[in-house]
Nanobody, 115 residues
Framework: QVQLVESGGGLVQPGGSLSLSCAASGSIFSTTRMGWYRQAPGKSRQLVATIFSGGITNYADSVKGRFTISRDNAKKTVYLQMNSLKPEDTAVYYC?????????WGQGTQVTVSS
């Protein structure tokens, strides 16, 4: 019943910006922790950023200072603003919801940073 619907992603030049969004819906009581992960070809899925309902955030060292995670609790939506993008940011980005000891995932959206 839980669904995570992502939007955004695409092709952008190095140094450019891109915004992602993810809306949660279904049989959930709250969205205490939401976040973004990414997976590049041949690599495991890794943390990008997480955010709690109270606003506390956590970022991977590789994106800190360039990416900003935010959320709208009323809309159960999490956002990721990506600035100063680098080719190594190229990956499939997945929305994540952690609720009642379970991880829920979006379908993933491709982000490609290339000149």
């Amino acid at each position: 019943q839980v669904q995570l619907v992502e939007s955004g992603g695409g092709l952008v030049q190095p140094g450019g910006s891109l915004s992602l969004s993810c809306a949660a819906s279904g049989s959930i009581f709250s969205t205490t922790r939401m976040g973004w992960y990414r997976q590049a070809p041949g690599k495991s899925r890794q943390l990008v950023a997480t955010i709690f309902s109270g606003g506390i955030t956590n970022y991977a060292d590789s994106v800190k200072g360039r990416f900003t995670i935010s959320r709208d609790n009323a809309k159960k939506t999490v956002y990721l603003q990506m600035n100063s993008l680098k080719p190594e940011d190229t990956a499939v980005y997945y929305c994540n919801l952690y609720w009642q000891s379970r991880d829920y995932w979006g379908q993933g959206t491709q982000v490609t940073v290339s000149s």
